[in-house]
C-alpha cells in the first residue's frame, strides 16, 4: 500500500470514534471503498508486512547523492543567470557622455 493511501485510511479510521453516528457510518463506507479500490482484503492489509526500512545507509548515500545534484543544478542556474544578465546589459543603451 502506497503511503499516501495509508495515511488516507488512517485518518478514515480515526473518524470511527466519532460521537456521531453518521460521520462513523460515513467513515466506515470511506474506508471499506478504499480498501476495495486497493483491490485488496481486509485480511490481506491487517496481514500485511510492513515494507522493509532501508539501512540507514543507503538512506544517508541517497540524501547525499541527491544534495550534490542539487548544488549543481544550482551552479548551472547561477551561471545562466550571470549570462543572461550579461547579455541584458549588452542590449541596454549606454548613456552619452559629455565627451561624445
Do not use: C, F, Y
Not at 474506508?31 to 543507503?58: F, I, N, Y
Amino acid at each position: 500500500m502506497r503511503s499516501r493511501d495509508a495515511a488516507k485510511l488512517e485518518r478514515v479510521l480515526g473518524l470511527l470514534g466519532s460521537e456521531h453516528d453518521g460521520e462513523r457510518a460515513s467513515a466506515a463506507l470511506a474506508a471499506h471503498r478504499l480498501v476495495q479500490r486497493l483491490g485488496v482484503s481486509w485480511h490481506d492489509l491487517l496481514m500485511a508486512k510492513p515494507a522493509p526500512v532501508p539501512p540507514l545507509r543507503e538512506a544517508l548515500d541517497a540524501a547525499e547523492s541527491r544534495l550534490r545534484q542539487s548544488q549543481r543544478e544550482n551552479a548551472d542556474l547561477r551561471r545562466q543567470i550571470t549570462l543572461l544578465k550579461r547579455r541584458l546589459e549588452a542590449l541596454q543603451p549606454r548613456p552619452m557622455s559629455l565627451d561624445d
